[in-house]
T-cell receptor, first 114, second 114 residues
């Protein structure tokens, strides 16, 4: 079975500062990795995904993530955050063969203040 | 193109009642998945359907059921509602066969059980 750990439940940061949201996963098989963002009272929006190839993945809104197989991590980064980035961020994994369901972490709330 | 749509957006029920939630996938997508997101937690997988067949089921009681129609839309039914069923119910669609099956989410239906 797969599992995801998001170590920080909440990350406060000032506007224009860099941010890193941490994600570690556990799986006995190869997986695909995803980051989704959820704005208040909305559904989930795909930020970026890692399927294969380059370990540095770029997504929407200036976010990027790096897949590290040895550390089983997929941390999300942004060099300069905006107030509008305030939201809940979810890391998710899915095995890359057979039946595929998403397994989510508990989420990290990013709070950007002026 | 329209994204995943869900109806209704909000719903209030009382314990013991039954509820039906509806989902229309992105045009061309043939697979629909349902997730439950309890406040403060990550989404939990309930069902996945492809070509009207159930592909997988999460750890939910038999009170939860679903089906998929020939036009690939889907319904989630929950019988004998409990207070603990209060949650945001998310539907996601994907296009199997591409190998990665990225899931795209709708805005969700917020269910409150009193």
């Amino acid at each position: 079975a797969q599992s995801v750990t998001q170590l920080d439940s909440q990350v406060p940061v000032f506007e224009e500062a860099p941010v890193e949201l941490r994600c570690n996963y556990s799986s006995s098989v190869s997986v695909y990795l995803f980051w989704y963002v959820q704005y208040p009272n909305q559904g989930l929006q795909l930020l970026l995904k890692y399927l294969s190839g380059s370990t540095l993945v770029k997504g929407i809104n200036g976010f990027e993530a790096e897949f590290n197989k040895s550390q089983t991590s997929f941390h999300l980064r942004k060099p300069s955050v905006h107030i509008s980035d305030t939201a809940e961020y979810f890391c998710a994994v899915k095995k890359n063969t057979g039946f595929q369901k998403l397994v989510f972490g508990t989420g990290t709330r990013l709070l950007v203040s002026p | 193109d329209a994204g995943v749509t869900q109806s209704p957006t909000h719903l209030i029920k009382t314990r013991g009642q039954q509820v039906t939630l509806r989902c229309s996938p992105i045009s061309g997508h043939k697979s629909v998945s349902w997730y439950q997101q309890v406040l403060g937690q990550g989404p939990q997988f309930i069902f996945q359907y492809y070509e009207k067949e159930e592909r997988g089921r999460g750890n939910f009681p038999d009170r939860f059921s679903a089906r998929q129609f020939p036009n690939y839309s889907s319904e989630l039914n929950v019988n004998a509602l409990l207070l603990g069923d209060s949650a945001l119910y998310l539907c996601a669609s994907s296009f199997p066969g591409t190998g990665e099956e990225t899931q795209y989410f709708g805005p969700g239906t917020r269910l409150l059980v009193l």
